[in-house]
């Protein structure tokens, strides 16, 4: 089936992941030359991470007291989408500075250098990300997170920096939940070092937005997200069965929402939807879409237009966009099992069926 230029943009849970442009993606195959992510601390090889990452891991004495479990989930969690993203950024730096087809960087040689150091800092960061949180996982008795096998659709350079800014939009989201759980369980210790990640990873989108002929900074205050949003949205991504343990993350997936409309304009609009059923009686009339979007009270519409064909549903609802007030930036699209308001983006992730579809508009 072929993906389109916009789906590929903004929607991370694909109904087209299976058709790949590459070879799945295998931390087995020792991509990075070092053995990563098994890198003995302190060692040369962390020496040169930390080197191209322009700066360290972290030195100072890890938290007194053992986090509690549902931190440690949080950690699984970050640990297990940080070794997402150096898997991503090693495949697209070495599609770069390889000149793969539909990766060459245009203009003068200078841009196409620049495009490569900055990669390079951007890999070593995350694998920096990962060590650090298997490294607080482990110091507690956890068992590290490992990698999965993994599958990236996108096959040029333009596709591959625009997933990269939506991915990372999740993960600025989702990173306000974990802090705030930090806070909610005591956990305060934990808070400082995650939000130095919340600015860096910030740092990243403004260029990746850039690069795409975007204003940097998207929104005043950034679409929040929920952990189990992004867990489910990473599933699209790995070889089902490939990681080899999953099942330590305690956390909700739900079954995939692909957003159908492309290219959806800064306009109040109707936005089209689908999603695979297991059988009919999945499929009940009292779902809705519910969005979130920047700091505002979540949104629920009625679902319309609803066709089943075989075990695709597919069906619309509106989308309530206002230029001064909602639907700017990140939108996550979930369909819930209730007709009734939302308080907090938790609170919709609570209610989910299917999700997230993510709406980009900008």
């Not at 898997?87 to 599609?95: C, G, I, P, R, W």
């Not at 990873?201 to 998207?218: C, D, H, I, M």
Request: some cysteine; proline content about 6%.
């Amino acid at each position: 089936m072929a993906c389109s230029r916009m789906a590929l943009a903004i929607v991370i849970r694909l109904a087209c992941l299976t058709a790949v442009f590459a070879a799945p993606f295998s931390f087995k195959d020792n991509p990075l030359g070092n053995g990563f992510p098994m890198i003995v601390q302190p060692s040369d090889a962390l020496t040169v991470i930390s080197v191209n990452a322009h700066g360290s891991l972290p030195n100072s004495p890890p938290p007194p007291n053992k986090p509690s479990a549902d931190a440690l989930t949080s950690l699984r969690l970050i640990a297990f989408n940080e070794l997402f993203e150096v898997a991503y950024f090693t495949e697209l730096l070495n599609n770069i500075t390889n000149n793969v087809e539909g990766y060459e960087v245009g203009g003068r040689d200078d841009a196409r250098n620049f495009m490569i150091k900055a990669l390079t800092a951007v890999q070593a960061q995350e694998e920096l990300h990962v060590l650090n949180a298997n490294g607080a996982i482990t110091h507690f008795g956890g068992e590290a997170i490992q990698p999965c096998t993994y599958n990236f659709p996108v096959s040029n350079i333009n596709d591959a920096i625009t997933l990269a800014q939506t991915f990372t939009d999740v993960v600025l989201g989702t990173l306000q939940d974990v802090v705030s759980l930090f806070g909610t369980d005591g956990d305060t210790a934990l808070i400082r070092g995650v939000s130095s990640v919340i600015g860096q990873e910030g740092e990243q989108n403004g260029w990746y937005r850039t690069f795409l002929g975007k204003v940097p900074s998207a929104l005043p205050f950034l679409t929040t997200s929920t952990r189990e949003f992004a867990f489910s949205a990473l599933q699209g991504f790995v070889v089902p069965g490939s990681c080899p343990n999953l099942d330590t993350i305690k956390l909700q997936i739900f079954k995939p929402l692909t957003v159908i409309t492309a290219n959806p304009e800064p306009k109040e609009q109707d936005i089209t939807f689908s999603v695979e059923i297991a059988k009919d009686s999945d499929w009940m009339s009292s779902y809705s879409i519910t969005y979130i979007n920047q700091q505002n009270l979540p949104i629920n519409k009625p679902i319309s237009n609803v066709n089943i064909v075989d075990r695709t549903v597919t069906f619309s609802a509106n989308f309530p966009y206002d230029m001064a007030t909602f639907g700017n930036g990140m939108t996550i699209a979930a369909v819930t099992n209730s007709t009734g308001s939302f308080d907090s983006a938790s609170d919709v992730a609570k209610a989910t069926v299917f999700g997230p579809g993510l709406i980009e508009i900008n």
